[in-house]
């Protein structure tokens, strides 16, 4: 069964520093681009950041740029995003993605076909 | 960055009735063009993608048309399953933009 499952959320003090992963299983990992994708609590959907199946492109959120940074380990089928200097407006379920088609050269992303449950980041003093 | 507006923003209707919903981009692109869906407390589900293409197991009443700037989801008889917020997203290039969401309740 092809599944992601997130892991490392929870309350963090503005300004201070988390870090998500992402394990995945069932699919060949290294042949697919990876994302986070963020819902604030009763709001919509923002893509964060996506990172190619080689780690040869990277792509941020304006939102998030210089702040967050995505990383994955083929090795270890785990996407990671190191989240610093943490802001009340980052509360939000983080979701990781996977990309539909493998192997896409030269882009970051695609179609979404597969989520995980999401794990919830609380920024609050 | 291309901005992506949906409309509208949530919409009322009957069991068997055809709902369409827009995502206008603020700039045109080729179809890298997804539709989802998210049930309440659920997690989003791809529905189509390249603009027209239903995902696998997708129910045949779904649909997507469009290209440029303009596209539409279009359920051809509404089902009291098809509950929930969708959302479009352009996939082109970084940033991978959502749309705000339309909310699609039964009347």
């Known amino acids: 069964e092809v599944q992601l499952v997130e892991s490392g959320g929870g309350l963090v003090q503005p300004g201070r520093s988390l870090r998500l992963s992402c394990a995945a299983s069932g699919f060949t990992f290294d042949d697919y681009g990876m994302h986070w994708v963020r819902q604030a609590p009763g709001k919509g959907l923002e893509w964060v950041s996506g990172i190619t199946w080689n780690s040869g492109s990277i792509g941020y959120a304006d939102s998030v740029k210089g702040r967050f940074t995505i990383s994955r380990d083929n090795a270890k089928n785990s996407l990671y995003l190191q989240m610093n200097s943490l802001r009340a407006e980052d509360t939000a379920l983080y979701y990781c993605a996977k990309d539909k088609r493998d192997l896409i050269v030269g882009a970051i992303g695609d179609a979404f076909d597969i989520w995980g449950q999401g794990t919830m980041v609380t920024v609050s003093s | 960055d291309i901005q992506m507006t949906q409309s509208p923003s949530s919409l009322s209707a009957s069991v068997g009735d055809r709902v369409t919903i827009t995502c206008r981009a603020s700039?045109?692109?080729?179809?890298?063009l997804a539709w989802y869906q998210q049930k309440p407390g659920k997690v989003p589900k791809l529905l189509i993608y390249?603009?027209?293409t239903l995902q696998s197991g997708v129910p045949s009443r779904f649909s997507g048309t469009g290209s440029g700037t303009d596209f539409t989801l279009t359920i051809s008889s509404l089902q009291p399953e098809d509950v929930a917020t969708y959302y479009c997203q352009k996939y082109n290039s970084a940033p991978l933009t959502f749309g705000g969401g339309t909310k699609v309740e039964i009347k």
């Open positions: 390249a603009a027209t």
């Open positions: 700039q045109g692109f080729n179809n890298y």
